[in-house]
């Protein structure tokens, strides 16, 4: 059974930082693209940032670039989303995400709230 859990949210300053982790659990962690999304209230469940399983290339969206970071330790089967110089509009629920078999895999999110 896969299995996700987000960690690490909390309530931010304008400029502060914050690290997001994910445990993955129910299938081969290592093989598998590991993505980041968010959903702030009224708007869509959005792509933030993705790491591959080999290699560790990285893709962000363009209102994240030069603030996230995205990595992964496989040994762990965690994967990161360090996040720098947060915004009020970066105040959404982030949840991970593996494509595996025929669906995507959610967790149940984590709050990050950005705000003075």
């Known amino acids: 059974q896969v299995q996700l859990v987000e960690s690490g949210g909390g309530l931010v300053q304008p400029g502060g930082s914050l690290r997001l982790s994910c445990v993955g659990s129910?299938?081969?962690?290592?093989?598998?693209?590991m993505s980041w999304y968010r959903q702030a209230p009224g708007e869509e469940r959005e792509v933030v940032a993705v790491?591959?399983?080999?290699?560790?290339?990285?893709n962000y969206a363009d209102s994240v670039k030069g603030r996230f970071t995205i990595s992964r330790d496989n040994a762990k089967k965690t994967v990161y989303l360090q996040m720098y110089s947060l915004k009020p509009e970066d105040t959404a629920v982030y949840y991970c995400s593996v494509p595996f078999g025929t669906r995507n895999y959610w967790g149940q999110g984590t709050q990050v709230t950005v705000s003075s």
């Open positions: 790491i591959t399983s080999v290699g560790g290339d990285t």
């Open positions: 129910g299938f081969p962690f290592s093989a598998y693209t």
